[in-house]
């Protein structure tokens, strides 16, 4: 099928977005990447009347800032895949960025397009989960903040208002003694996740203990989600066994539900949380303890 | 919708036509100009038959509109050509390989393994299957792909390296 | 090299094989010509490259429903919408039904399939208006305007619910399409007799051709003609959208453009009778293109077969008798099923000595969209059936794989189910050879909780059509004054280099170099029937017919050289473009072609000719299941290694060989070709397709879900190439369009059984559907013989 026809804006900054989007209402649409988007519309699964195109706004590079790696809303998955600071400061973020779909993708995809876009399967959003980034927002009033932990509702939706659009995502830079993991089950490379697991781990001081670990899952619920606070919260304090992090590893699973669709049903999701928490968790403290911490 | 005047620069010339919002990049290279190696495989920017070069790097055409294109290069197969209409050494290497059955893959493959070349390096085959995933092929089985992307981008590396710094 | 032998015997009767002993200067070569440059330059121009003035656009409504009756339907605001031109139901259809004879007359229903749904719509996705409009857009959108009322019924979507006394009825003339009997010996004495009967049941799914190039095509009325250039493997479908429009045949022309890929998914119509009704309606050239999404939710499918084996076999592993039931799913309409079904019965033991045999198949209407032709028809779904019953059988008797098959593999002469003797060499068992001296060593695990496997399956897979069918095609050449030549053929191509094998043949009789030859292809009107591209009959019927052509081509020619060079016929060589004498008195004194053609035309010899070549004749009686089915076959082994992570149940292809017996390679880097993307589409099938039906609607029409492998998900498939230097087509050769796609699910399903000790007995095998058996493996403990 051939889209609808709409009519099409093309904006040069946020300003001039969030205008648009306030004069034309629930017609509009923003365009970023399109990767998304761009199928919708031409399956008529949407049919805006305006596309604001906002991938003329210059909103710079990456930038390191106050303890966060800055990531402008318009910065390509390729850029974070390319770039060294990445890589050196939120490597999850470059490692979850290498698997988002195919070449193309990448090169048009963006950030701010992925967390906006809200695809429960997405690697960035859960990658943001897990490392508790926060998103900074463009309205009408000027900018507000959202921890990605609170910025998406369900299928396809965000706390975002009409009027507003993702201007950035922020991610705290990786610590000492911090190690983190991805892991996903495809079909077939380079599709969306059946089920994803990004993993956070930061070690106590003495470099064998664990403080805290953070897990996100994407493909088990209508939106990414944080794996069960408590089964988590009883890694702290012990070296993370093998038993430990199995034991962990099924309350996650336990504590989802995933539905089944055409990939995979509702209890292998849950087999795959528990397995790739597993997985994760395990490389986590391996890389937490290579990152400062005591190498066993 | 009304139609309006936009400029393209399509393998390195300056292209006017009258396009609606929502005419798809695929379908003005397709249609409007007889680029007709930019192929509809899918729509979903799944398949890589509508790949093409913007700005450098490859996209699909079937989730870019035309009127996106402004002010960008976009480049086709097409432009590998010489100007005599020789074919380009990476063609070659397809050629030789046998690295074509039905042929509709064939020319966004070939811009997609060009891409790659370009960025420099010398890519491993493992890393070659990795940049040519989203291009879809349902007659080769790959083999002979690889094989023609890899002795190209060897011919590439090999060269670059025996120039002087 | 021995080019006189190739020349010398020209005047002998039409002969497939070569002579002893000889040698070819451009068959066999390795040679990418023709097609494969203008493919690499990308300026092949396919069905949707092709623009008229005033072209319209057209679309399809489809029903989105499997089963409904259609209280009406309302055209009214689709036909207001401002750049609307035809808005076609089925009361618009001059002769709205298509009566498929699949079985050539051998007992199947006689059931009509409607080109557009006039009162009842039997499956998601079936046509039942049609729109032509100025843009895409605006077609689109009339799509959207046309109103259908339906009231839903209710359907039947399992075949074997489907066989049911009080199922519903997807036809009123029945549910069961054909049933098939092949019988041989006395089977049930036989299993009573037999040390070990193995029984199993294998499933299969339905899978999408997905060729890269959706449905598409232009058509145009000129001289009062309706032409059509599309992407078909069949032009001769000319005659029956001749019958729907109610003209006669010589009305509608059929153009073939090069298809991009097509594997039996456009060897039925595909958009032919629709583009066919608006350009006859509009007066106007008009253009279809599927959509993606579209081609995934209505164009045929492979069947998903039922298989349950008796296998009978003695202590030593000798098999005495099968008893096989196969039930595949027709889906809505019969289109090429009654077909496919006799090719699964007549294979399903495959190439194994089967003394006493009750082989049954039946297909069976179901409420989902209709199966038909896919590469391997019917004879590849049973490859899973035949060789997991072998495994099954060397596991339980203790014996080697290799072992338990080597003792039953046909043999020439051997006698096979049908009652057919077997009249060319069985080379299966040098495959075999082959593949596992190929795969080597085994690989270790990469880590804990991995298993690695291995497997192996051989197979047997008809080319050339049924027999009844009497086959034939024919082809036509001529020499130019220039020297240069002309072919021409009715074959369509397929990406396969149908066009230019043929080229080859003709080259390597005359002698002219492939540069210097034009080949025309797949029109109606100008070119020589070839009778459509499917059955891998191409190479072996069109190949036949050129080659026969061009020997009798130079059998006229060359007296007129003789004379010319002053020495007799058998002293002439032809090549380089030119004829030279080999031999005698003259040797060394040559013509040009150039000059042969003007020395032709000064004698008033004529230098083009048309060939014909007939397939051998026989004939099927389907009462007592015997009788003559296919003119040969081609053999294969296909052997895999995979390591299975028992802990998510993927199963990760790590090595991967097949060999195939191709009698003489025509060109063997086109079969290899053939082979390799044989084998990836296999393993596709194997692993990762399923178009996940549920009560007639597809899990998904977004092709981003319906997955077909990428260049990173399957391993480099290695090819070794079998000459017998037997086989019924030109020069010796055997078909390999579809044998190479047969062995996969049987290899990977034996490798996984290998790895993990449990047999996947359902296709796809899925991480979900491999972790299960996983878990059954830890669960009984140990790895035992499944």
Redesign the interface.
């Known amino acids: 099928m051939v889209c609808a026809p709409f009519e099409y804006l093309r904006v040069s900054g946020y300003d001039e977005a969030v205008h648009a989007l306030a004069e034309h209402g629930e017609e509009a649409k923003l365009l970023a990447g399109g990767q998304s988007l761009g199928p919708m519309l031409a399956l008529r699964l949407a049919r805006p009347g305006v596309l604001i195109d906002i991938n003329d706004i210059d909103d710079g590079q990456p930038s390191l800032d106050d303890g966060f790696l800055h990531v402008p809303a318009l910065t390509r998955h390729a850029t974070l895949i390319r770039s060294p600071l990445i890589s050196r400061h939120v490597p999850l973020l470059g490692a979850v960025a290498s698997q988002v779909g195919n070449v193309r993708v990448r090169n048009r995809g963006t950030m701010g397009g992925t967390m906006a876009h809200a695809d429960p399967t997405a690697e960035i959003p859960c990658a943001s989960l897990a490392l508790d980034a926060e998103v900074v927002v463009h309205g009408q009033g000027g900018e507000r903040t959202v921890a990605a932990r609170d910025f998406f509702l369900t299928y396809l939706t965000t706390v975002l208002e009409p009027t507003e659009v993702v201007r950035a995502v922020r991610f705290p830079v990786l610590r000492p003694r911090q190690g983190w993991s991805f892991a996903e089950m495809v079909r077939r490379a380079s599709d969306f996740a059946v089920v994803a697991v990004a993993a956070s781990v930061q070690l106590d001081p003495d470099g064998d203990t664990i403080r805290t670990a953070d897990l996100a899952l994407a493909g088990v619920a209508d939106r990414p989600v944080l794996g069960e606070r408590e089964a988590l919260a009883s890694l702290t304090g012990t070296t993370g066994a093998q038993e430990r992090i199995a034991s962990v590893a099924k309350a996650v699973a336990e504590a989802t539900s995933p539905e089944s669709d055409v990939h995979a049903s509702g209890s292998y999701r849950r087999r795959l949380v528990e397995v790739l928490t597993r997985r994760t968790l395990t490389e986590a403290v391996e890389r937490a303890r290579r990152n400062g911490g005591a190498v066993r | 919708m009304s139609k309006r005047l936009i400029s393209l620069s399509v393998n390195g010339r300056r292209h006017d036509v009258w396009v609606s919002p929502s005419d798809l990049l695929l379908d003005v290279l397709h249609d409007e100009l007889g680029l007709s190696e930019v192929r509809y495989g899918c729509g979903e920017g799944v398949c890589g038959t509508c790949t093409v070069e913007f700005d450098g790097e490859p996209v699909s055409a079937c989730l870019m509109f035309a009127v996106q294109a402004e002010g960008h290069e976009i480049k086709t197969l097409s432009s590998l050509l010489g100007e005599d209409g020789s074919l380009h050494p990476l063609q070659e290497c397809f050629l030789r390989h046998g690295a074509a059955q039905c042929g509709f893959c064939t020319p966004g493959m070939v811009v997609t393994a060009h891409c790659l070349a370009e960025r420099g390096g010398r890519p491993t085959r493992e890393e070659i299957r990795r940049e040519l995933v989203g291009n879809l092929c349902r007659c080769t089985g790959y083999t002979k792909i690889l094989d023609a992307v890899e002795e190209y981008v060897d011919t590439v590396a090999s060269r670059k390296a025996e120039q002087p710094r | 090299m021995n080019d006189a032998t190739l020349s010398a015997p020209i005047l002998d009767a039409p002969r497939t094989a070569p002579a002893e002993g000889q040698s070819f200067r451009v068959v066999g070569r390795?040679l990418?010509h023709h097609?494969?440059?203008?493919?690499?330059?990308?300026?092949?121009?396919?069905a949707?490259?092709w623009?008229l003035p005033g072209m319209l656009y057209a679309r399809v409504v489809r029903a989105p429903v499997p089963s409904a009756r259609i209280i009406s339907v309302d055209t009214a605001e689709a036909r207001a919408l401002p750049g609307v031109v035809a808005v076609l139901t089925a009361d618009d259809v001059p002769c709205n039904r298509v009566v498929e004879r699949a079985s050539g007359g051998l007992g199947e229903l006689a059931v009509e399939m409607p080109v557009l749904a006039k009162d009842r719509v039997r499956y998601a996705g079936e046509p039942v208006a049609l729109i032509a409009a100025v843009?895409?857009?605006i077609a689109?959108?009339a799509a959207?305007l046309v109103y259908v009322d339906y009231e839903e019924l209710p359907g039947v979507f399992d075949p074997e619910e489907a066989l049911a006394e009080d199922a519903p009825r997807v036809h009123d003339e029945g549910n069961v399409l054909v049933t098939w009997n092949i019988r041989r010996g006395d089977v049930q004495a036989a299993l009573a007799e037999a040390d070990l009967v193995v029984e199993g049941e294998y499933r299969t799914q339905h899978v999408e051709?997905?060729?890269?190039?959706?449905e598409a095509g232009v058509g145009w009325i000129e001289n009062g003609v309706v032409t059509l250039r599309v992407s078909t493997q069949v032009i001769e479908h000319a005659a029956v959208i001749a019958q729907i429009l109610g003209l006669p045949e010589n009305k509608v022309r059929v153009i073939s453009s090069?298809?991009?890929?097509g594997?039996g998914g456009k060897e039925d119509m595909t958009v032919e009778p629709y583009l066919a009704l608006l350009v006859w309606h509009t007066r106007k050239p008009v253009r279809m293109?599927w959509?993606?999404?579209e081609s995934l939710l209505a164009s045929t499918k492979r069947h998903p077969f039922i298989m349950r084996y008796r296998t009978g076999v003695r202590r030593d592993g000798t098999i005495v008798a099968q008893d096989i039931d196969i039930i595949g799913d027709a889906g809505a309409y019969p289109y090429l099923s009654a077909r496919v079904l006799f090719a699964g019965a007549a294979v399903s033991c495959g190439p194994y000595r089967t003394p006493n045999a009750s082989l049954r198949s039946r297909a069976v209407f179901t409420n989902n969209v209709p199966s038909s032709a896919f590469r391997g028809f019917g004879a590849m779904q049973v490859v899973f059936g035949y060789e997991s019953q072998m495994d099954r059988i060397a596991e339980a008797l203790g014996l080697p794989k290799e072992e338990v098959r080597r003792r039953n593999f046909l043999a020439k002469g051997d006698t096979i189910p049908t009652g057919e003797t077997l009249d060319t060499t069985v080379a299966v068992g040098e495959t075999l050879r082959r593949a596992l001296d190929r795969l080597g060593e085994p690989t270790a695990p990469s880590g804990p909780g991995k298993r690695v496997g291995r497997g192996f399956a051989c197979n047997m897979q008809p080319y050339g059509r049924t027999i009844w069918f009497r086959d034939r095609a024919s082809a036509w050449l001529s020499l130019q004054s220039d020297g240069t030549l002309l072919l021409r053929s009715g074959v369509t191509d397929?990406?396969?280099?149908q066009a230019a094998s043929l080229c080859q043949i003709a080259s390597e009789v005359l002698g002219v170099p492939l540069d210097q030859i034009s080949v025309y292809i797949g029109d109606t009107a100008l070119n020589p029937p070839a009778g459509g591209t499917f059955a891998t009959r191409q190479l072996y019927m069109s190949g036949n017919a050129m080659l026969h052509a061009a020997r009798e081509l130079r059998d006229r020619l060359a007296p007129v050289a003789a004379e010319m060079l002053g020495c007799t016929t058998e002293e002439l060589v032809f090549e380089d473009g030119s004829v030279r004498v080999a031999h005698g008195d003259r040797k060394g004194h040559s013509i040009s072609l150039a000059e042969l053609a003007a020395g032709c035309e000064q004698r008033a010899v004529h230098t083009s000719h048309l060939g014909i070549w007939r397939a051998e004749a026989g004939t099927f009686d389907p009462v007592t299941g015997q009788g003559d089915s296919f003119p040969d076959y081609t053999y294969g082994t296909h052997a895999a290694e995979v390591e299975v992570d028992t802990?998510?149940?993927?199963v990760r292809v790590l090595r991967y060989v097949a060999s195939h017996d191709v009698g003489v390679a025509i060109n063997p880097?086109?079969v290899?070709?053939?082979i390799?993307?044989?084998?990836?589409?296999g393993l596709g099938y194997a692993l990762?397709e399923d178009m996940?039906l549920n009560e007639g609607q597809p899990?998904?029409t977004?092709?981003?879900?319906y997955?077909?492998?990428?260049?990173?998900?399957?391993p480099?498939?290695e090819v070794e190439i079998v000459e017998s230097g037997e086989g019924k087509g030109p020069l010796n050769a055997r078909g390999i369009g579809e044998p190479p796609i047969a062995p996969c699910a049987a290899a990977i399903a034996n490798a996984i059984a290998d790895a993990i000790g449990q047999r996947p007995t359902r296709l796809p095998f899925?991480?979900?559907r491999v972790?299960e058996l996983c878990e059954r493996a830890a669960a009984s403990g140990r790895k035992e013989p499944t």
């Open positions: 390795p990418a097609d494969f440059i203008d493919k690499v330059r990308g300026s092949l121009h396919y949707a490259d623009r843009s895409q857009q689109d959108e959207e051709h997905a060729y890269l190039e959706p090069y298809m991009g890929g594997f293109i959509d993606r999404q397929l990406g396969g280099g802990e998510t149940g993927e880097l086109r290899e070709g053939q390799q993307g044989g084998a990836m589409q990762m996940a899990g998904s977004l092709f981003a879900n997955l077909i492998p990428s260049a990173l998900d399957m480099d498939v899925s991480p979900e972790l």
